[in-house]
């Protein structure tokens, strides 16, 4: 987890304690459990005497829990709050479930949808049953952006001054690995044109393949991305191209129809200005 920027750390309205602060509630992730400051120092990247304060002020306000026979911590039921808070809040997870129901039962793939943490796309709806074994993830659960189906999609439903920031942020977290990625990102931007989908075939995890599509609305929120995925064996690459990415995006656009979402016509019109200028924006000043 990286601190605030210089850009952000010279920015007087910014509060630096507050950030972090909530840099050590986003520490915990699902399924862990029990987190001692020396584990949280060492994902925030904060000194372990500012985490040792900030998890005392936490204990202290009631968004963790201590556990003094491990020396360790918990999220408290305060903090879970804001989380189903804001899950509560959005409606697309919501009307977007009997889809994702329908396509996980035609499929036999997980079906979720998510929206951007960071370097990452963070999942507030799943649809999942016996036959997607292999597939573990849950609301909460993150998938890095540059690699997978979701993540890819997303990226492609950007306004160009925010994808172009996005992708600046993804080169400097990923360094040496970056170039490769990239490649994949400008590979999505054209499938998103020609077919509207993106696809991640073994490029996360080796036996996971899925399928991406973005959701715009026009109310200002989001975007927010929908992937179907399933191991390698069952989604062979072919079948991902014929059948699950253009049965995700009529999913997707029958969602925006129930939203109220963004027209066809406009959503045809995206898709040619990306064609034009997807690859070449992808580079640009990322070199």
């Known amino acids: 987890m990286k601190r605030p920027g210089k850009k952000v ?3 007087r309205n910014f509060v630096v304690a507050l950030s972090r602060g909530l840099d050590v509630l986003r520490a915990f992730h699902p399924n862990d459990g029990l987190l001692g400051n020396q584990e949280i120092a060492a994902r925030t990247n904060l000194p372990r ?33 804001l989380g189903y808070a ?8 919501h009307l977007s479930e009997p889809f994702r129901e329908e396509v996980m039962r035609e499929t036999g793939g997980a079906v979720a949808v998510g929206g951007r943490d960071r370097t990452s796309m963070i999942y507030f709806g799943q649809s999942r049953n016996g036959l997607t074994l292999g597939v573990q993830l849950d609301v909460g659960s993150r998938i890095p952006i540059a690699t997978t189906a979701m993540g890819r999609a997303y990226i492609w439903a950007l306004p160009d001054d925010e994808r172009a920031a996005l992708l600046r942020e993804l080169r400097e977290h990923y360094g040496s690995r970056w170039s490769r990625m990239r490649d994949g990102i400008e590979r999505s931007g054209e499938m998103i044109a020609r077919h509207g989908f993106a696809l991640s075939v073994g490029e996360w995890q080796d036996d996971v393949h899925a399928a991406g599509v973005a959701l715009k609305l026009n109310d200002g929120t989001g975007p927010y991305a929908f992937n179907c995925g399933a191991p390698a064996f069952r989604f062979t690459e072919e079948r991902l191209r014929n059948d699950i990415g253009p049965r995700l995006v009529a999913m997707v656009r029958n ?22 200028g997807g690859k070449a924006r992808v580079v640009e000043g990322i070199e």
């Open 9 to 11: 750390a010279t920015d």
């Open 49 to 81: 005497p500012t985490v040792s304060r900030l998890t005392y002020t936490l204990t202290k306000l009631g968004y963790l829990t201590p556990v003094p026979r491990f020396e360790k911590y918990q999220l408290a039921p305060s903090a879970m709050a």
């Open 86 to 93: 804001a899950l509560a809040n959005l409606g697309v997870r």
């Open 255 to 276: 969602i925006e129809a129930a939203l109220g979402g963004a027209a066809p016509q406009q959503k045809k019109q995206e898709a040619k200005k990306i064609k034009s």
